[in-house]
């Protein structure tokens, strides 16, 4: 051991970030076990490296006595005087016994030490690198295959791509570059183990913090994201700056912005949908590209009934009901779609059952019962109402008939008139006659 063991240490220590009084102390503790091992001792001893030359003391820990029984532990009062004067009955010496030979030990011993400290601190500083960077993004290159995991250089560690964090229908080349999300970081007796993702809505949020600066800066803020990996997103966003369009500071211009991270996402489809505090407003938006009519709410059960125009209504539902299915889950509300034909066709089928229903219910039988009673009652107040005027009638026909008895006197007594009038002028027209005869006859 020698001054060239301290410079190489102090190199280590620039190159692989490891203290060199780690090492040291590493390589002291080692030492003890070696002395221990090579020499059968059970003392106490103490093993000392000089920081500057390097060379290496090894000390054995006797306790001051008055009598000594065990002189491999034990010291007299007048052997210790021998090191120094003030040392007292129950004080400790440390007696050095460094072994002549222990130069040669103690060099293997140090290579093997410094060397499982430089693997087990490079572990603990890639350990402590990567646990930082949960939930986080990380670039990598693709190396292999093993089974059905892929394999990605980060650099100074491996990360594993399970299968079931596989984008479905993406396939993975060896030395293609990918970013991925950082899930969950292991700490094992080798290497730590790092999972990565491609199908989190993580790696989403991530790389648009990345290709957003509004999102970076804290003006534009990501609310919620429901994602179906490798085929459609949706992303509801909110501006905290009325000045700032969310939807247009992620888009970018002529779409430059949303179409890096679809580049990224190798052709998965983003919906930015903004945000509102209003449910019915918050709903309609995200069935976009659909238009909504109308949206009407059950808050207690968390239900939101949607109708669309007629020729929407497949867009609104998406491809085997994707982007329903999407806005629920961005939503956290449960979204009924019907179109306008369907929502009449329903509302007419309910207005048949319910009359239906009114017909054979005992409510409509009573309220018969009470119409025909009233009618019942009706008809007898009109009866008696037209017997009171047959009544009337009568009586107004006899008095008519006294008035025609009258009458008929009265015609009796003027057609009697006329007949002596007529009789009269006869009886003037037969002496005319007669007076005009007796004058043609003189």
Not at 65 to 86: G, N
Not at 98 to 114: D, E, L, N
Request: charged share 30%; with cysteine; net charge negative.
């Amino acid at each position: 051991m020698s001054a060239e063991l301290i410079h190489a240490l102090e190199q280590i220590e620039k190159e692989k970030g490891i203290s060199k009084e780690v090492l040291i102390d590493a390589i002291e503790a080692a030492l003890i076990t070696a002395y221990k091992r090579n020499y059968g001792s059970a003392n106490n001893v103490e093993v000392y490296i000089d920081r500057l030359t390097g060379d290496v003391r090894v000390f054995a820990l006797k306790n001051i006595v008055e009598e000594v029984k065990d002189p491999s532990t034990e010291l007299s009062i007048d052997q210790a005087r021998r090191f120094s004067a003030d040392f007292e009955v129950g004080d400790i010496v440390e007696v050095e016994v460094t072994p002549r030979k222990f130069g040669r030990i103690a060099a293997q011993t140090a290579k093997q030490v410094v060397m499982q400290r430089i693997r087990e601190a490079e572990r603990g500083i890639i350990y402590e690198e990567f646990s930082r960077k949960e939930e986080d993004i990380v670039t990598g290159i693709i190396s292999r295959f093993e089974r059905k995991n892929v394999i990605v250089d980060l650099g100074r560690a491996e990360a594993i791509l399970p299968p079931s964090e596989q984008t479905p229908g993406e396939k993975y080349n060896v030395h293609d570059r990918i970013k991925a999300y950082v899930i969950n970081v292991k700490k094992t007796s080798k290497n730590p183990q790092i999972f990565i993702s491609r199908t989190h809505p993580g790696l989403v949020k991530r790389l648009l913090e990345l290709e957003v600066p509004e999102i970076h800066d804290g003006i534009v803020e990501i609310k919620t994201i429901a994602r179906e990996a490798g085929s459609r997103t949706k992303i509801a966003i909110f501006s905290k700056n009325e000045n700032v369009d969310p939807v247009g500071a992620c888009v970018g211009q002529k779409g430059s912005r949303i179409r890096a991270i679809v580049d990224e996402l190798r052709g998965e489809m983003l919906d930015v949908i903004k945000w509102s505090s209003d449910p019915q407003e918050y709903i309609a938006s995200s069935l976009s590209p659909a238009k909504v009519l109308r949206v009407d709410i059950d808050e207690e059960n968390k239900i939101a009934r949607v109708i669309v125009p007629d020729f929407q209504l497949s867009l609104a539902i998406g491809k085997e009901g994707q982007n329903a299915r999407l806005a629920a889950k961005l939503t956290a509300w449960k979204i009924d779609i019907k179109s306008e034909s369907q929502l009449r066709a329903h509302i007419e089928q309910q207005l048949l059952n319910y009359n239906a229903e009114y017909d054979e219910s005992p409510l409509r039988s009573q309220e018969e019962q009470f119409v025909n009673n009233l009618f019942i009652d009706n008809t007898e107040e009109q009866s008696e109402e037209n017997s009171q005027s047959s009544d009337e009638f009568d009586e107004f026909n006899e008095e008519e008939s006294l008035f025609l008895d009258d009458n008929d006197i009265q015609e009796d007594i003027s057609i009697h008139d006329d007949s002596d009038i007529h009789d009269d002028i006869n009886t003037q027209v037969d002496t005319s006659e007669e007076v005009q005869e007796e004058t043609v006859g003189s």
